[in-house]
């Protein structure tokens, strides 16, 4: 029998409703990954963010982050790809940025290091404001002056908040992007201080992407099949790439319409207990 690559989002999928891995979670995986279960994640978080919310688990293979954007160790964050915007590529849209008073965050990487800037004095447009607020302290955030500064390091990533999709797609309108992008917009799975609903739209490199990712890892690992897990519009192209797909019980339709099965909710552990039950056919 070859080898199987299981692979999970994490938020709203194997994390439960308050971005959490629960003890009976990371109880079953820690133990079938013992027994030599290939198991990974693919992420919209950051290295950084995911590290925070993942290590009741001990992650032994590579780790798609970002959508896509990089491949990394999932212990020391070293990475195996990264996928940066050509900078002849991306001056056309950040003059747009100007020209139309859009203020975006922009994700890079600077000697070394991740870094998320934005114009300061900017920070009420939009949910900015929310997400900043959500990681004060985060030595990757850099505030610049002007339009200028966002040229800075090797940019991979471009994100905006906004209170609807359709406030996101006007955006779209605007930039235009050519084939060298590719872009999700989506619902967030959590609400802001006030309960209300984030959407947010990420601009990446057109093979930045998790089905791209993914296969990615499984030529790391030496998997023959690749079965995965999932709740949102970002998962899709994952599922597409995917021997077999599960959607979690929460997940939105689009998701489940696709999915080989629906199993149990994030907060029921869904994720694990179907490993639990299924994994060792599989090993």
């Given at each position: 029998?070859?080898?199987?690559?299981?692979?999970?989002?994490?938020?709203?999928?194997?994390?439960?409703?308050?971005?959490?891995?629960?003890?009976?979670?990371?109880?079953?995986?820690?133990?079938?990954?013992?027994?030599?279960?290939?198991?990974?994640?693919?992420?919209?978080?950051?290295?950084?963010?995911?590290?925070?919310?993942?290590?009741?688990i001990?992650?032994?293979?590579?780790?798609?982050?970002?959508?896509?954007?990089f491949?990394?160790?999932?212990q020391?964050?070293?990475?195996?790809?990264?996928?940066?915007?050509?900078?002849?590529?991306?001056?056309?849209?950040?003059?747009?940025?100007?020209?139309?008073?859009?203020?975006?965050?922009?994700?890079?990487?600077?000697?070394?290091?991740?870094?998320?800037?934005?114009?300061?004095?900017?920070?009420?447009?939009?949910?900015?404001?929310?997400?900043?607020?959500?990681?004060?302290?985060?030595?990757?955030?850099?505030?610049?002056?002007?339009?200028?500064?966002?040229f800075?390091?090797?940019?991979?990533?471009?994100g905006?908040?906004?209170n609807?999709?359709?406030?996101?797609?006007?955006?779209?309108?605007?930039?235009?992007?050519?084939?060298?992008?590719?872009?999700?917009?989506?619902?967030?799975?959590?609400?802001?201080?006030?309960?209300?609903?984030?959407?947010?739209?990420?601009?990446?490199r057109?093979?930045?992407?998790?089905?791209?990712?993914?296969?990615?890892?499984?030529?790391?690992?030496?998997?023959?099949?690749?079965?995965?897990?999932?709740?949102?519009?970002?998962d899709?192209?994952m599922?597409?790439v995917?021997?077999?797909?599960?959607?979690?019980?929460?997940?939105?339709?689009?998701?489940?319409?696709?999915?080989?099965?629906?199993?149990?909710?994030?907060?029921?552990?869904?994720?694990?207990?179907?490993?639990?039950?299924?994994?060792?056919?599989?090993?």
């Amino acid at each position: 029998m070859g080898k199987t690559l299981f692979i999970s989002d994490l938020d709203g999928t194997l994390l439960n409703t308050s971005a959490q891995i629960t003890p009976t979670t990371a109880k079953i995986i820690n133990g079938l990954t013992e027994n030599g279960l290939i198991f990974t994640y693919a992420t919209a978080r950051s290295f950084h963010t995911a590290q925070k919310v993942t290590g009741e688990i001990n992650f032994k293979y590579p780790i798609v982050c970002r959508n896509g954007e990089f491949i990394q160790n999932p212990q020391t964050g070293d990475y195996f790809d990264m996928c940066f915007f050509d900078k002849d590529k991306i001056d056309d849209i950040i003059s747009k940025f100007e020209i139309n008073s859009l203020y975006p965050l922009v994700n890079s990487i600077m000697d070394g290091r991740e870094r998320v800037s934005w114009i300061t004095g900017k920070e009420e447009n939009g949910r900015l404001n929310f997400y900043l607020k959500t990681r004060e302290n985060d030595k990757r955030l850099r505030p610049v002056n002007n339009y200028s500064e966002f040229f800075a390091g090797d940019i991979h990533g471009i994100g905006f908040f906004g209170n609807t999709a359709e406030e996101l797609q006007k955006i779209l309108e605007i930039l235009k992007l050519n084939e060298h992008f590719t872009y999700h917009i989506q619902k967030d799975t959590y609400q802001d201080e006030n309960g209300g609903t984030i959407y947010w739209l990420e601009i990446m490199r057109f093979d930045a992407t998790k089905d791209a990712g993914v296969k990615k890892v499984q030529r790391l690992v030496g998997a023959d099949k690749i079965v995965c897990f999932g709740d949102n519009i970002n998962d899709i192209p994952m599922f597409n790439v995917s021997d077999e797909k599960y959607a979690v019980e929460n997940a939105i339709s689009e998701v489940k319409d696709i999915a080989d099965c629906v199993i149990g909710s994030n907060d029921e552990d869904g994720v694990a207990k179907w490993l639990e039950k299924y994994a060792g056919d599989y090993m």
